[in-house]
């Protein structure tokens, strides 16, 4: 990595709370920070056009980002602890900052109560550190006291870990973690949340469980009305994508990456699988 890895850490924040998450802006930071430099040289050479391109170099910024390296560490045992604890802080941010990101993304309920929940356990965080700094003296009440704070300052850290992940997975490939993710709280998360079973309701109503189940007492014309509706629903689907609107437009306006459009994504793989499914049981009561 390059020696300025803060400054170039910021960068990298910057990038993944913007709204264009711009290709080669990313490239470039990758690039200079000489973070796992084969994969990168991979991305690279594929070019902006390949998809597959576009989620690695998401994926790598989080690695780049996100990966906390414990000064115990052997991999790291050349590293000085202390710059490398204070290099893998992320910026606190407050509430409204947060807020303002996840309207930004457009992200779902419960990837807002994630990123809610990373930032504020983020601050909390901090601020053990800093009450661990300030104990002065080596008695026994000191030492404990110390040790309790860093012990706790280790938990978060792990959920904070946990949290990330569960980001990272939608900010990749779309997918949306359940509602159990939040079932079990750490202390200190639970005012973040104001009912696991709002998690769960909001889990459950998404199109995946719900939109995409043939009714076990379909006859012929009922599939066949199944299929058209779906097939309409499909073509919107695919409209958003390339107009932003359901409906064809003049010009091409292609949605821009992002949560939004992985999702849409995600939503015409579904449709485009189940009015398979659709035919194939029209071909078995045909």
């Known amino acids: 990595m390059n020696d300025n890895y803060s400054e170039s850490r910021e960068k990298a924040i910057d990038w993944i709370n ?8 990313g490239l470039a930071i990758l690039q200079d920070s000489k973070f796992k430099p084969v994969a990168v040289s991979k991305v690279a050479r594929w070019g902006e056009a390949n998809k597959f391109a576009k989620d690695k170099m998401l994926t790598l910024i989080y690695e780049y980002i996100g990966k906390w390296i414990r000064p115990e560490d052997p991999k790291h045992n050349d590293e000085d602890p202390d710059e490398t604890v204070a290099a893998f802080e992320f910026p606190t941010k ?6 303002a990101i996840c309207d930004e993304q457009g992200y779902p309920v419960i990837i807002r109560h994630v990123v809610h929940a990373f930032y504020a ?24 006291e110390r040790q309790n704070l860093l012990s706790g300052v280790e938990a978060i850290s792990a959920r904070l870990d946990e949290l990330w992940k569960a980001k990272t997975l939608y900010e990749v490939d779309g997918t949306v973690p359940g509602a159990d993710l939040f079932e079990v709280l750490p202390e200190g998360e639970e005012s973040l949340i104001t009912s696991v079973e709002t998690l769960k309701e909001a889990t459950e109503k998404t199109p995946e469980s719900k939109d995409y189940i043939i009714p076990d007492e379909a006859d012929l014309e009922a599939l066949k009305k199944l299929k058209k509706n779906t097939t309409s629903k499909l073509v919107k689907a695919k409209n958003m994508l390339d107009f932003q609107k359901e409906s064809k437009q003049p010009e091409l306006a292609p949605m821009p990456d992002g949560p939004k459009r992985a999702k849409q994504e995600k939503r015409v793989m579904q449709l485009t699988e189940f ?3 659709i035919e194939y049981r029209i071909v078995e009561l045909s």
């Open 275 to 277: 009015i398979e499914k």
């Open 94 to 99: 407050l509430a409204e900052e947060v807020k």
């Open 121 to 144: 356990l983020h601050r909390k965080r901090a601020a053990m550190h800093e009450q661990a700094a300030a104990l002065e003296g080596n008695t026994p009440e000191v030492v404990l």
């Open 18 to 25: 913007s709204k264009t998450r711009d290709f080669t802006a």
